[in-house]
């Protein structure tokens, strides 16, 4: 809504956009990401889902209304942000505690002591990118900032990345400013985190790790490489705690994962990136933003018949409001990712069950009742207005016509429109039968790969860096 009101404003058409109270310190700085600082806004009192409809009608008439009057009869000059510091520009000099401080109260840093981006530094990361380092990758939202090689390697330094580790951040934000990935979205109530998946040979050449405690920190490629991520969403996308980064909750930033592809080279399985169009030895890494993880603990059996009921139930189970990307707010952008540990791998594999055979699998078992499959997406919530159920919808042409074949409320309708929705990945400790689901925020954070490409003489400089 704030993206039309912007348009027409600068249009000279006045505009109101309509927000609950809870929501005004984002919609203020999301006013400002888009160049434009005040926006009018006409606010609702409260939050509509807890008040009954008096409330409501009464908040709306006696507040509401005359803002909306205000903002579409009263002009007011908007202001544009703030100068940025120049490409190259030193801005404070001091000690490491100096700096530290200094970063934290300008809201540069997560609250854990950074490396200070000196020049040096940062000229120690743009010597594995061959580009200029002024180059613009993107325009990141909500600050409408350019994501640059230069600012890719200041926050990379910051993070405690290692040099060699630059394709891999320059590929991070390529994903990042992909339209189809929608890092604008990142600051959205659910405080859902993003997971990167790393694939090929850097895996081995960069030390990741992809055995025990794959998504544990304690490896510096993993857990850098992760706080990079969130930091860039910080200083170049903007996105600020209290501000315009509203997670309810929230939750930190993940380590990188690393898939075991030696385990997937032994079973005859794709990578993650091989099942999103790259090919199977290609460094790369993938993108999506999930709302949850949970581990799925103990998977018992000794073959894939017998591992598969508990893996179904288990992405059913965990699956809740997330439906409504299934259908219903953004139909078909849900894309829950399973991973599976190495030897719950072989076990199914050997059953002589392939991948996209195991998503089949899936499919077809990791299903709910309709009645309940509608509990998620308009009774226990709002997001479906109308209480329909999914006959209705699919008779109106708003659902896949799977979700209508009869009227009985008890039938089992699947969790994803198809098979392949159902990511899987491997990784972990490889003689644990654990494994792990993470529910997926739908298109808010849609999972996007990205080819890391590797300077020339990539080798050279990967074994002067390494012996440092």
């Known amino acids: 809504m704030l993206r039309v009101s912007a348009i027409a404003e600068k249009a000279g058409i006045p505009s109101a956009s309509l927000v609950c109270e809870g929501f005004v310190g984002q919609a203020k700085n999301a006013c400002a990401g888009l160049g434009l600082s005040p926006l009018p806004l006409g606010v609702v009192p409260g939050h509509p889902d807890v008040q009954t409809d008096e409330e409501l009608d009464h908040n709306i008439v006696n507040t509401t209304v005359q803002l909306v009057i205000d903002a579409l009869t009263k002009s007011d000059e908007t202001q544009h942000l703030a100068a940025e510091p120049l490409l190259d520009e030193v801005v404070f000099e001091g000690t490491l505690d100096e700096i530290n401080r200094y970063f934290y109260e300008n809201q540069w840093s997560d609250g854990l002591p950074i490396i200070p981006p000196t020049r040096e530094r940062i000229d120690e990361f743009l010597a594995f990118s061959d580009r200029p380092a002024d180059e613009r990758l993107g325009v990141m939202l909500p600050d409408s900032r350019a994501a640059t090689i230069w600012n890719v390697a200041v926050n990379g330094v910051m993070a405690g990345c290692r040099p060699e580790y630059m394709p891999v951040l320059v590929a991070l934000v390529e994903a990042m400013v992909d339209p189809g990935y929608g890092v604008e979205h990142s600051g959205n109530t659910p405080g859902a985190d993003t997971q990167i998946v790393i694939n090929g040979p850097l895996i081995k050449e960069l030390g990741f790790n992809y055995e025990q405690g794959a998504l544990r920190d304690g490896f510096q490629a993993n857990t850098s490489i992760g706080r990079f991520w969130r930091l860039y969403l910080r200083n170049v996308a903007g996105f600020l705690p209290h501000q315009n980064d509203k997670g309810t909750f929230g939750n930190t930033w993940r380590v990188v994962m690393a898939e075991n592809e030696d385990v997937l080279s032994e079973i005859g399985w794709p990578t993650l990136a091989a099942s999103n169009g790259l090919p199977n030895a290609a460094n790369s890494v993938t993108i999506g933003r999930y709302t949850g993880a949970h581990v799925v603990v103990s998977v018992f059996g000794k073959n894939a018949e017998e591992c598969v009921p508990y893996l179904a139930d288990s992405l059913a189970q965990f699956t809740g409001w997330e439906l409504i990307f299934t259908v219903g707010f953004s139909t078909g952008s849900y894309r829950p990712l399973l991973v599976l540990s190495p030897v719950i791998a072989k076990t199914i594999a050997k059953s002589g069950v392939s991948k996209e055979q195991l998503q089949q699998m899936l499919f077809e078992q990791a299903r709910m009742p309709a009645w309940h499959f509608e509990k998620y997406i308009s009774g226990f919530t709002n997001i479906v207005p109308g209480r329909r159920t999914l006959y209705d919808l699919v008779a109106l042409g708003k659902a896949p016509k799977i979700y209508g074949l009869s009227r009985d409320p008890n039938r089992l309708v699947p969790i994803v ?52």
Do not use: Y
């Open 417 to 468: 429109l198809k098979p392949e929705h159902i990511m899987i990945a491997v990784s972990g400790d490889p003689w644990r039968t654990n494994c792990f689901v993470l529910t997926h925020n739908g298109m808010l954070g849609f999972p996007t790969t990205k080819e890391v490409n590797l300077p020339e003489e990539w080798r050279i400089k990967l074994q002067r860096a390494q012996r440092k």
